[in-house]
Nanobody, 121 residues
Framework: EVQFVESGGGSVQAGGSLRLSCEAS????????MGWFRQPAGRDREGVAS???????TYADSVKGRFTISKDSAKNTLYLQMNSLKPEDTAMYYC???????????????WGQGTQVTVSS
């Protein structure tokens, strides 16, 4: 079973940037679709961005133009570059993977442990 280790979260002021990383325990680039999700405290988990094995990407409207999902096959690592951060981006961020392309639906089979992002105004 593929496992993930996320990193890169932290505290930043509004307008700042962070890059999240999600390192997989095995090669995922060619066989898995992957996504980033977030869950603000007390709220449901929501899809942020996804990328399939062909490299096609999907973004939530709330992050389009600000966030970029990418992957490095050689490092088995998924990234989320977050720019122009807003206080409403504050949440626990999770990476996820599955052989099915669930896009931004939270139906992926494999999940990371999460990394906290806090944006202050």
């Amino acid at each position: 079973e593929v496992q993930f280790v996320e990193s890169g979260g932290g505290s930043v002021q509004a307008g700042g940037s962070l890059r999240l990383s999600c390192e997989a325990s095995e090669a995922t680039s060619d066989t898995y679709c992957m996504g980033w999700f977030r869950q603000p405290a007390g709220r449901d988990r929501e899809g942020v961005a996804s990328i399939n094995s062909a490299g096609d990407t999907t973004y939530a409207d709330s992050v389009k133009g600000r966030f970029t999902i990418s992957k490095d096959s050689a490092k088995n690592t998924l990234y989320l570059q977050m720019n122009s951060l807003k206080p409403e981006d504050t949440a626990m961020y999770y990476c996820a993977a599955d052989r099915i392309d669930w896009l931004l639906w939270a139906r992926y089979n494999y999940w990371g442990q999460g990394t906290q992002v806090t944006v202050s105004s």
